[in-house]
């Protein structure tokens, strides 16, 4: 393809949901820096007049997430040195997905708890982010998952310091003092990975093509299972029922993997970002622990950080029964992450099957084209 093409492919591709704050009215930085005398030490004006922060200032980019959680969704919020920087407006993406997910009704609604909402964010780390978010903008209540201690200790000032929504938010520990072997591996000895001749029942939508064989080019140790702290069986007490959970997977196998960008500073510790296997084998461990539960989620989710994983990933889904699939890409700056959702509920309505299923997008995001410059600075962080 010529360099044009994939040029304007690229600009053209859309990178905000429509529902999302940030879709029509991009931070404003100069307005935040005359409102919040803490934020204009970081806002600086470039030749053309533009106001901009230094991204590889952590400090800066801590202070604008401040600031936009404050001034956008009346949150208090705060956390250590050095702890994962969530952006706001990625962040809010994956939330608006899923609600794009629960109202679409392609699996059938329960009616267990009106029309409340509860989800299980895997991982929600000091800054709490995802129940924070959903809380305050769909009024969802949430569990939020950790294990690290200072995690678990921000993550429960986080809501406390938010007294309109903290009812909703449960911070739960998860005890890390053992690694866990998969249910698949404590029965039979085999992870998932190594399962080759489950059939797959019902039907796959999605827009993904994924590979019927489970063999990849890895780089080596890619392949190893998770051996961590429990993720969801174990953790999902007997009786519970959700909507979803969500996760932002620890997504390296080393800190080296990770890499520095140079261009941004979003923090996170190596506890947040790597775990052994990577995403590869953590979001793997949902999917055995999905097997495991099944109905108790009515939708699984993750973000994936690498194309070649997510055809993995649903290739594993192809093998253990789903009745459904679904993909999304969340676009940031030059940065692609994937969203990949799964169910055990029989779908509502027909799907498509994969044999016959243009490859199309779930994604919400083809509506915009055009974004402006500063909000393109921010989605434009490459982070985990
Ligand atoms: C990439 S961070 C995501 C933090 C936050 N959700 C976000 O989006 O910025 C991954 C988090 O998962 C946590 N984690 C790793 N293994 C876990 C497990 N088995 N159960 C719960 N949390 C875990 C880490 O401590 C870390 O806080």
């Not at 997510?310 to 940065?335: A, D, H, M, N, P």
Request: charged fraction near 25%; aromatic fraction near 10%.
């Amino acid at each position: 393809m010529g360099s044009k093409k994939r040029r304007r492919r690229r600009e053209e591709r859309p990178t905000i949901h429509p529902k999302n704050k940030y879709s029509e009215n991009p931070p404003d930085f100069a307005l935040l820096a005359s409102l919040y005398p803490s934020f204009e030490p970081f806002v600086f004006y470039s030749r053309d007049g533009r106001p901009r922060i230094d991204w590889t200032d952590f400090n800066a980019t801590r202070e604008l997430t401040r600031v936009l959680l404050l001034h956008d969704h009346g949150l208090n919020w705060w956390i250590p040195d050095g702890q994962l920087c969530p952006t706001v407006p990625n962040r809010s993406n994956y939330i608006h997905w899923i609600e794009d997910l629960l109202s679409s009704n392609i699996i059938p609604t329960t009616s267990r708890n009106g029309d409340k909402v509860k989800g299980f964010d895997i991982g929600t780390g000091a800054n709490c982010i995802y129940p924070l978010l959903g809380a305050s903008l769909l009024g969802w209540s949430f569990v939020g998952s950790d294990m690290t201690d200072v995690a678990l200790e921000w993550a429960e000032k986080n809501v406390k310091s938010n007294p309109h929504i903290s009812e909703l938010i449960e911070i739960r520990k998860v005890d890390n003092s053992e690694s866990t072997p998969s249910i698949q591996e404590s029965l039979t000895g085999k992870s998932v990975q190594d399962e080759s001749n489950m059939d797959m029942s019902g039907h796959m939508d999605e827009e993904a093509e994924p590979s019927s064989s489970s063999s990849f080019n890895l780089p080596a140790g890619a392949q190893s299972s998770y051996h961590g702290p429990p993720v969801l069986v174990g953790v999902v007490r007997d009786g519970e029922q959700f909507d979803f959970c969500i996760c932002n997977p620890p997504f390296f196998e080393s800190m080296e993997e990770a890499g520095l960008n140079p261009k941004t500073s979003c923090g996170g510790t190596p506890e947040e970002m790597v775990c052994s296997g990577g995403e590869r084998a953590f979001i793997t461990r949902i999917i055995e622990d999905s097997v495991a539960l099944k109905q108790t989620f009515r939708w699984y989710t993750s973000m994936v950080g690498r194309k070649s994983n997510l055809k993995f990933l649903i290739s594993k889904l192809r093998k253990v029964g789903v009745t459904i699939v679904k993909t999304t890409e969340f676009v940031q700056g030059q940065t692609c992450r994937w969203g990949l959702a799964w169910s055990f509920v029989p779908p509502a309505r027909k799907i498509i099957s994969p044999h016959v299923a243009e490859k199309k997008n779930l994604s919400f995001m083809l509506e915009c084209t055009l974004i402006n410059r500063s909000l393109y600075q921010m989605i434009n962080v490459t982070q985990s």
